[in-house]
């Protein structure tokens, strides 16, 4: 792996992985997307999407995913990514969940099972947050707990980043709805149905945190679908075939 790549240390099921931002082409970054990197008006945004997907092909292939050319990366309505094989490519081997972000210059990539919704926020461990936007943030007696506490905003602040993305809602789940504890670094919240592990670090110069949860069901793209089926029509029927015995029985 890159030398400029540092893990950030987890459990034994998910990974994670901090790099700074690098000035990459395009051909460098099997993962990126070109006509996505096109609408970039500003070179900054480049360099976060490049890099972050860069980190991504790194991790993946500390993972197991060697052929990173049999992977896309797709997006749903909330802008969250997925991990997928390219159409095409019939393949039905479980891909990981991953989560990207960047803050202060490094790009920061998590892991985990299929099966298992991660997400990962990171800010510089100087970085503060203006006190004006505590409200934007928390409500009720959360609220009133941060301003007891305005030393652990930012800490505050990537927890909920965390959940956002392990939820594959971004700000389209509103911060003040997650409620959680400022100070412990390890805990369990509730949202609606969903159980959710928020794990807290400070670990080379930031505040990072990671928050996992059981993966809702997502839509499957139409060869995910038929693959599907045929594995179903399969199990329900040890004698079916997709031609192979009508061909036989003509030769």
């Known amino acids: 792996m890159d030398s400029s790549v540092v893990e950030i240390p987890l459990g ?21 997307n070109p006509n996505e990197v096109a609408t970039f008006v500003t070179e900054k945004r480049r360099r976060e999407h490049l890099s972050g997907r860069y980190l991504l092909g790194l991790a993946l292939k500390q993972w197991g995913c060697g052929d990173l050319s049999y992977l896309e990366i ?18 039905r081997t479980p891909l990981p969940s991953v989560s990207i972000g960047h803050s202060g210059g490094h790009a920061f990539v998590a892991l985990a099972p299929a099966g298992v919704s991660i997400g990962i926020d990171g800010e510089l461990l100087e ?40 939820m594959g809602l ?14 412990n670094d390890n805990q369990i919240i509730s949202i609606e149905n969903s159980k959710i592990q928020l794990d807290y670090y400070e ?44 061909n036989r029985n003509a030769l």
């Open 170 to 183: 971004g700000m389209h789940l509103n911060p003040r709805d997650i409620q959680l504890s400022i100070e």
């Open 203 to 246: 670990y080379n110069g930031y505040r990072i945190a990671v928050a996992t949860t059981g993966q809702e069901h997502r839509p499957m793209n139409a060869e995910e679908s038929l693959l599907e089926e045929t594995k179903v029509a399969m199990e329900d029927n040890p004698d079916w075939g997709v031609g192979c015995k009508t």
């Open 127 to 166: 970085r503060r947050l203006a006190t004006n936007a505590f409200d934007l943030m928390a409500k009720g007696d959360e609220l009133a707990e941060l301003k007891s506490l305005p030393q652990h905003a930012m800490r505050m602040w990537v927890k909920k980043e965390a959940v956002q993305k392990s």
């Open 12 to 32: 034994a099921t998910h990974r994670a992985f901090m790099m700074p931002l690098l000035d990459l082409s395009l051909d460098m970054v099997p993962l990126a």
């Open 74 to 91: 797709q997006r749903d309505e909330f802008r969250a990514p997925r991990l997928a094989y390219i159409q095409g490519v019939w393949q």
